[in-house]
């Protein structure tokens, strides 16, 4: 990467190296596994013109996202904060029953299906096959496609233009950032607005989440780079909303720039918070990558010494942040024998790199491990206690980010590492 994807600089810092790594998502089944299998160089970068936080766009999204393995509806937690947004945004939005809302990555209708129960009309956009069947399936209308200007364009001259354009988890997912947003304000009425959820660079460096990075995500914003990125399509950052989700995420509300009002005081709070981070200059990032090094090192401690112990280690999930982890550690089924996941699709399957076996979540049961490595640390609190059965033989789980933590039975003590 010699430029920035914004703004064109060539002024780019190193935040992080985490080597080589395939695609997050790119599962194996058996007979994949005599053959060879791609890397890619997994290099985050810093714009210290406008503070895009970048990798290099190695893969495309058509080869991540024609059949993706991720369904959004296996995450109970998730499911209930799509419905929470919808209520919340169809009251400040205004959503009537002559309202349309379109949602750009809708997956497999996990957000659109609140809309549909509430008789509105809706629409997804969605470029994955097998997912946006499972959401038509669901009686969500699906279209099939990535958003660009035009797909935005099109679909405005056969609906209409959307009073409410939701792009959850996708803003960081797509290399074109300008188009992208372009398609957006194609996609919006002149007085709509768009609502944008995505990852907190902020809280990524503040608690190690180093496994969130992969070739997926191909930028990871700020408030400050987000207001850049927003611009350049047309659109108006007016409020923002910190979250819980995906261990920290801001919710972007923008509106076409000719509408729009001054940002509320929260944005001008957050911006602050991220200035006082040291997130503006390149002296912020550099003790990032020391402190990767040491989640590191103090997994592979732990994974080492209760092999040499006799204990069994199984993993929960099968995440693409956790396939970051496992790959930058090199764990292999020597120290996690296995790893089980709800999500049906990836089960028979190994995960890429590492090619430790993905199982139903029963064999945990079956099995009864010493410790349960859980690997989507973002859901804590839905797993300790979905997991709280591990505790009846004694078993413990472990949670690796920000920091090594076990947690045992009685009081869910954290014993660190």
């Known amino acids: 990467m010699t430029r920035c994807r914004l703004c064109g600089s060539a002024a780019l810092g190193s935040v992080v190296d985490l080597g080589a790594t395939p695609p997050c998502e790119s599962f194996l089944a058996v007979d994949q596994l005599d053959k060879p299998e791609p890397a890619y160089p997994l290099h985050l970068r810093v714009c210290t013109d406008c503070w895009l936080a970048q990798i290099p766009p190695l893969i ?56 549909v129960d509430r008789g509105i009309r809706c629409l997804g956009i969605e470029p994955s096959v097998n997912v946006g069947a499972a959401a038509r399936d669901a009686g969500v209308p699906t279209l099939t496609e990535f958003l660009s200007p035009d797909t935005g364009s099109a679909v405005r001259a056969e609906h209409g233009p959307a009073d409410l354009v939701v792009a959850n988890n996708v803003y960081a997912h797509i290399p074109d950032v300008v188009g992208f947003t372009e398609g957006l304000r194609a996609l919006v009425a002149d007085d709509g607005w768009v609502s944008i959820e995505v990852q907190h660079l902020l809280t990524l460096i503040e608690e190690n989440q180093y496994d969130t990075i992969y070739h997926e995500h191909f930028q990871y914003y700020t408030v400050a780079s987000a ?35 001054e940002p509320s005081s929260r944005v001008a709070d957050v911006l602050a918070r991220e200035k006082a981070a040291g997130l503006q200059e390149l002296s912020g990032y550099t003790e990032f990558s020391a402190r990767v090094d040491k989640v590191r090192r103090d997994l592979l401690k732990f994974l080492i010494e209760a092999a040499e112990r006799g204990e069994k280690v199984v993993g929960y999930g099968a995440p693409g942040k956790g396939n970051t982890l496992l790959n930058h550690c090199g764990i292999r089924p020597d120290l996690l024998a296995y790893t089980v996941d709800r999500n049906p699709y990836k ?23 010493d410790y349960v490595l859980v690997l989507p640390w973002n859901l804590r609190d839905e797993l300790i206690e979905q997991l709280s059965f591990v505790h009846d033989w004694g078993g413990r789980l472990v949670f690796p980010i920000p920091e090594l933590s076990v947690v045992e039975a009685g009081v869910v003590k954290e014993v660190t590492a």
């Open 227 to 261: 207001i850049r990125a927003l611009a350049s399509g047309g659109l108006a950052l007016v409020d923002v909303e910190l979250l819980p989700t995906h261990g920290g995420s801001i919710r972007l509300w923008a509106r076409p720039a000719e509408v729009a009002d």
């Open 60 to 115: 495309t999204p058509e080869e991540t996202f024609s059949e993706y393995a991720y369904f959004s509806s296996f995450s109970t937690s998730w499911v209930e904060h799509a419905r929470t947004f919808v209520a919340d945004a169809a009251e400040r939005v205004g959503l009537g029953p002559d309202a349309f809302v379109v949602e750009v990555a809708s997956n497999d209708g996990y957000l659109l299906k609140h809309v």
């Open 347 to 369: 089960h028979g399957r190994y995960t890429p790199g590492t090619r430790i076996p993905i199982l139903p979540p029963e064999q945990i049961a079956v099995d009864k491990p």
